[in-house]
């Protein structure tokens, strides 16, 4: 069915032929001999438009419309005038009639109207839906999107870590949501009024991570010309999320332990002692308990709780949702209309191994809405045609390795597989995979892995 059609006229035998031709046309149809007998149809939910004759007795038609409007502002109202009646008919479109049919009319051109009229209802009543749908998921469920057992598990612990005040560290690969897990823990706890201060232990310069940290006094070091307070005291009273924790330097892992075994920082060149109060939120891509660089007094500081963010790969039936939802918001944005998309490329993204997790989703998503293009083939499955085709098997784990073992097996070779995509390219490298050039060396370093291997003699 195309929708609904609510037709009133008080002559019998244009209700019978109209009728007759709608219902060709696939439209479902209520007929009224008179305008009061159609107002009690009309609800908010009403799928459909309303096709008047103007002249009836008792309420006529411009009077229906504008009771009619009153009742549902969007409705689309298709009048159908006496021959002639040009002004008449220019008043009701100034009154917001969607369009009007002289008689005697041609049922081809009618059809065509109510057509378009429904769709546009139809539009009307799918966005209304869409925002009841997100007025109505409040709370935790309208953050972390996701049906499938093991984010359904996830929000239960987040809110219950949430309601405790204790050190967290969240576990999971790039992309997987852990800064996203770390701001709701400091939304829904009772810091919440406070700060929210995230730090990326491996983006900052060695230099200058103690003053970020701490703060310092004017002239602790040149080129410190103003008191300047830090992170920590920041986020005082509120949650400090320390990411890539794994990267963090030795030595400032003794100074962090310490100002959070005794509640104070020193600010650089001070010798005052400023208490803070804090909770640390850290977030990890490795195995912080068998890490070696990893202090474990500050590993058993911070690992009162733990949470786990599963990969994308292993949880597929959160994969239709978190498209449709990135893809609906980026379409709301940039007022684009978005196309249904179909149930094989739902099939296939759902195959893909997500290396990059909900963050390369929501990339691709975003693109789908702005240009209508997902192009599966060549994004979603570049090893098909460029590179090895074993590779992708290859990224499943050997789950008889530690969680650290798998997650640096994993990491080497989406690290390979990027560079190899693009012949050694390390600016290519970092913006797929969405990785600061900093952490990209560093786990080149780490896993021995040398970009000249991957380029080749022509795209050098
Ligand atoms: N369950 C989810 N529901 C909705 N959005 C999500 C979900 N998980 C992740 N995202 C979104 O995916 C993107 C990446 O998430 P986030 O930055 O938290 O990942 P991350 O684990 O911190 O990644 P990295 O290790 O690379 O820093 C963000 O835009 C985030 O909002
Ligand atoms: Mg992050």
């Given amino acids: 069915m195309r929708g609904t059609v609510l037709l009133v006229d008080d002559d019998p035998m244009i209700r019978q032929s109209t009728e007759q031709w709608l219902k060709m046309a696939n439209f479902e149809v209520i007929v009224c001999d008179r305008a009061e007998a159609a107002l009690s149809y009309l609800d908010e939910q009403f799928a459909g438009v309303l096709v008047s004759d103007v002249k009836m007795p008792g309420m006529d038609g411009l009077e229906l419309m504008s009771r ?92 219950k870590c949430a309601a405790l005040n204790t050190n967290v560290i969240i576990y999971g690969e790039t992309g997987t949501g852990k800064e996203l897990v770390a701001q709701c823990l400091h939304e829904f706890s009772a810091r919440a009024e406070c700060n929210f201060v995230p730090i990326n232990c491996g983006a900052i310069p060695e230099s200058l991570i103690e003053s970020e940290l701490f703060g310092h006094e004017a002239g602790a070091f040149t080129g410190a010309i103003k008191k300047r307070i830090g992170k ?74 733990s949470l786990y963010l599963p990969p994308l790969r292993e949880r597929q039936e959160d994969i239709p949702l978190l498209f449709e939802h990135y ?35 929501k990339n691709i998503a975003v693109r789908y809405a702005l240009d209508g293009s997902l192009p599966v083939a060549d994004i979603l499955f570049p090893q098909a045609n460029t590179y090895n085709p074993d590779l992708s098997s290859d990224l499943q784990s050997d789950t008889s390795l530690s969680l650290s073992a798998q997650v640096a097996n994993f990491e080497y070779k989406v690290i390979c597989q990027a560079l190899r995509k693009h012949r050694g390219s390390m600016k290519a490298v970092m913006d797929m995979l969405d990785l600061p050039r900093r952490t990209l060396n560093q786990k080149m370093v780490k896993y021995d892995i040398n970009r000249t291997d991957f380029m080749d003699g022509e795209d050098t």
């Avoid at 009639?97 to 109510?114: G, Q």
């Avoid at 893809?327 to 993204?349: G, P, V």
Wanted: aromatic residues 6%.
């Fill in 232 to 305: 920590f005291e920041y986020a005082d009273g509120g949650t400090l999320l320390l990411d890539e924790i794994e990267s963090m330097p030795a030595q400032l892992q003794v100074k962090i332990l310490r100002s959070l075994q005794e509640g104070v920082i020193e600010p650089l060149g001070s010798n005052r002692q400023v208490p803070v109060d804090l909770r640390i939120v850290a977030a990890s891509k490795v195995d912080l308990a068998v890490e070696d660089n990893f202090r474990q007094d500050l590993y058993y500081r911070l690992n009162v709780s």
């Fill in 68 to 159: 009619a409007r009153q009742q549902i502002a969007e409705l689309p109202v298709i009048l159908i005038t006496g021959h002639g009646d040009v002004d008449m008919a220019i008043g009701a479109m100034r009154d917001g009639a969607y369009d009007f049919i002289e008689k005697p009319f041609n049922p081809e051109r009618l059809v065509e109207t109510i057509s378009r009229a429904c769709e546009k209802r139809q539009l009307t009543l799918e966005n209304y839906r869409l925002q009841q749908n997100l007025a109505s998921r409040t709370g935790i469920d309208s953050k972390i999107i996701g049906i499938s057992p093991s984010i359904q598990k996830l929000r239960r612990d987040l809110l």
């Fill in 327 to 361: 893809a609906r918001q980026a379409a709301a944005q940039h007022e684009k209309s978005l196309r249904r998309i179909t149930d094989q490329d739902i099939r296939n993204l759902q195959q893909f191994q997500w290396p990059g997790n909900v963050r390369e989703l």
